[in-house]
């Protein structure tokens, strides 16, 4: 029997939730798109910027090993472009008729029905849709004299362009007629299905000429303020706590102005460095809607490389300022009145691309004293990793009196608590309190499992080593979506614990979908909590906020126990991170809860759950079976 012996390292410092927060990253891995309603792909009639070799690298393959061979693979990841119809051709516009930044599509028919194309739409029976398109015949509007003044003309002609969807089979099931002016405006089709089925739509006319289009829409009527209803309510079943957005890499070429505003005035986005399409629809308002949806605190990770302290502070300032005041004007007219009360604001990420330590940390005090003209209370996050650890004490030297965190990605609980013991003796030393996040983990790296059931599989990621190995059993999607990796994640939760409220929050890498990396998985059909997800759930079902923590020694490695306690409540969690079965002494009687699989290499997919929710009951003692998650209380 294992007996427990309280780790002599102990924290008096409440735990904060926040170690349980998550990152949802625009432009990358289908996270946004599966979590908004939008069924339409490219809606605003783009040229997609292909993936770029890092995506590849990341995952591991090259492009033509992109498909449902993925053993993480479903259909939120089709991507179906537009596909032209009969004999058309299609040009971009600049600057005329355009609505939805900078540009329109136009297609030209001579004669016939021609037009564009998409299928891969997923409906649903009986489910109301709304349909919506901004479109115009090219026509003649207007043309003026050399003063200015001569010459008008005015084509009020309207002709008929006809929305049509088609079954799998190609029959038509609906189909609607609309009439375009030669000023382009919006046509609204409510929607109803008769079959659950996937279907294709089209936009199609037979005169001969051509029609302008804008942009175009296919969303589900019960959306909530654009996000999935299904996705909304896991994200309150997992209790989300805190989340990252909007990036990670993307970030670093962020414009935040352009992502607030009427959506159908928004220029879709490239994603510069993963390559991809980011279609623009969801932005700082609609984080903040989710964030009131489901109740978790944003964290605004903001563009530094390739943007000013000014328009930093001018993001502070639009979410958190009165609507009298700058940009909280802007705020205002957008639809939103109450300043958000943002909190949380990440400076940039990877910041060693462009600077050395000590030019990034006086580069964070530049653009911190500007967005505290903003808002006094911000609280700024200064990336620390990809720096040498002796760079980290003249990194406060430099910005500890502008900074209150400092982020590492790394997690294992010895490098934590060598990182704590620098920010200890920094605050000794000036009297700055800075404690330390980490905004970006898997759950690999030194926290990964003993493999037994195959060896072939990997338990940490490869990114950089082995780079394109064209081996869908090396791909990083094969281990994240396994039982295991939960099990990794869960140990990583409570090294977190036992590191106390100095190390104050985490994101976990990510969301939704990005291949198997996430808590959830967004498919066409439905959505569901991956194992990852599951485990996140059940951490935080039972945490206990305002609690202080003890962890405990068991003398096995990969045995872990913490218990949070406040007043007179007191949760234990065990972690059973070994492919061995053992009795842990607790004491007295207890009652709790046990999640585990009936085999490391389990996962939850959208048909089938392996993963089993477990009740416990006991006395004096608790089994803990291998590779399994238990709290008692």
Same mark, same amino acid.
């Given at each position: ?135 115009? @015949? ?14 008008? $003309? ?15 089979? %190609? ?10 002016? =030669? ?38 009527? #019960? ?22 957005? =909007? ?7 962020? #414009? ?34 989710? +964030?009131?949806?489901?109740?978790? $605190? ?10 000013? =302290? ?12 009165? +609507?009298? /005041? ?8 957008? %639809? ?41 209370? @911000? ?6 990793? %990809? ?9 406060? #030297? ?38 330390? /996040? ?19 599989? =990997? ?108 007043? #007179? ?16 002494? @607790? ?47």
């Amino acid at each position: 029997m294992i007996e427990l012996k309280k780790s002599e390292r102990q924290s008096s410092s409440v735990i904060d939730r926040n170690i349980l927060g998550h990152f949802i990253e625009s432009g990358f891995g289908r996270q946004v798109s599966g979590m908004w309603s939008e069924l339409l792909f490219n809606r605003a009639f783009r040229k997609v910027t292909p993936y770029s070799f890092y995506t590849w690298e990341w995952l591991g393959f090259e492009a033509d090993m992109y498909n449902e061979k993925m053993s993480s693979w479903h259909s939120g990841y089709e991507e179906h472009d537009w596909e032209t119809v009969g004999s058309v051709e299609l040009a971009e516009t600049h600057g005329s008729n355009t609505f939805k930044g900078k540009q329109s599509l136009r297609i030209t028919n001579p004669g016939g029905e021609g037009g564009i194309r998409q299928g891969g739409l997923h409906i649903e029976a009986d489910r109301a849709y709304t349909f919506r398109i901004f479109g115009a @015949v090219q026509g003649s509007i207007r043309t003026a004299g050399l003063d200015g003044f001569e010459g008008h $003309e005015y084509d009020a002609q309207t002709n008929a362009v006809t929305i049509r969807f088609r079954d799998a089979q %190609g029959n038509s099931i609906i189909e609607n007629t609309l009439h375009f002016g =030669p000023l382009q405006d919006e046509h609204v089709i409510p929607l109803r299905f008769l079959k659950t089925e996937v279907v294709s739509v089209e936009i199609v006319f037979s005169f001969e000429g051509a029609i302008l289009l804008s942009w175009t829409s296919l969303m589900p009527d #019960d959306n909530m303020k654009g996000w999935r209803k299904d996705v909304v309510e896991l994200m309150r079943e997992v209790k989300v706590p805190v989340v990252r957005f =909007p990036g990670g890499c993307f970030v670093s070429f962020y #414009d935040w102005v352009s992502s607030v505003g009427p959506r159908e005035l928004r220029e879709p986005m490239e994603s510069h460095y993963w390559g991809g399409l980011e279609e623009n629809d969801v932005g700082l308002d609609e984080l903040m809607d989710l +964030a009131e949806l489901v109740g978790f $605190e944003a964290q605004i990770c903001f563009n530094m490389m390739s943007s000013t =302290p000014y328009k930093a502070r001018q993001i502070v300032e639009y979410l958190n300022a009165p +609507a009298d /005041v700058g940009m909280g004007r802007m705020r205002m007219l957008n %639809g939103y009145t109450e300043p958000r009360k943002v909190k949380l604001f990440e400076m940039d990420n990877e910041p060693w691309r462009k600077w050395s330590p000590v030019q990034y940390a006086k580069e964070c005090v530049s653009f911190g004293e500007e967005m505290r003209l903003a808002d006094p209370d @911000v609280e700024l996050m200064m990336a620390c990793y %990809g720096y040498p650890d002796e760079a980290i004490r003249p990194m406060l #030297d430099a910005a500890g009196g502008t900074v209150n965190y400092i982020i590492q990605r790394r997690g294992d609980p010895a490098f934590v608590m060598k990182m704590l013991d620098i920010l200890e003796q920094y605050r000794k030393d000036t009297g700055n309190h800075v404690r330390m /996040v980490n905004t970006e983990w898997l759950a690999g790296y030194s926290c990964r499992s003993p493999f037994v059931s195959d060896p072939s599989v =990997p338990t940490d990621y490869n990114w950089g080593r082995e780079r394109i190995t064209n081996d869908y059993k090396r791909c990083h999607g094969f281990f994240q979506i396994r039982w295991f990796y939960a099990v990794n994640g869960a140990e990583r939760i409570l090294n977190y614990m036992s590191c106390g409220g100095e190390f104050t929050l985490a994101n976990f890498n990510n969301c939704c979908n990005t291949w198997g990396q996430n808590i959830i998985n967004a498919s066409k059909d439905s959505a569901w909590l991956s194992c990852a997800g599951m485990m996140f759930a059940f951490f935080g079902r039972h945490f206990i906020d305002g609690a202080t923590s003890t962890a405990y020694e068991t003398g096995v490695d990969g045995l872990l126990v913490q218990s949070l306690e406040k007043d #007179d409540l007191k949760r234990i969690f065990l972690v059973n991170n070994t492919s061995e079965e053992f009795e842990v002494a @607790v004491e007295g009687t207890y009652s709790g809860e046990a999640l585990r699989a009936p085999d490391q290499l389990s996962t939850v997919t959208e048909n089938d759950n392996p993963v089993q929710m477990l009740e416990l009951n006991g006395e004096n003692s608790i089994i803990m079976k291998p590779f399994s998650i238990a709290v008692i209380w």
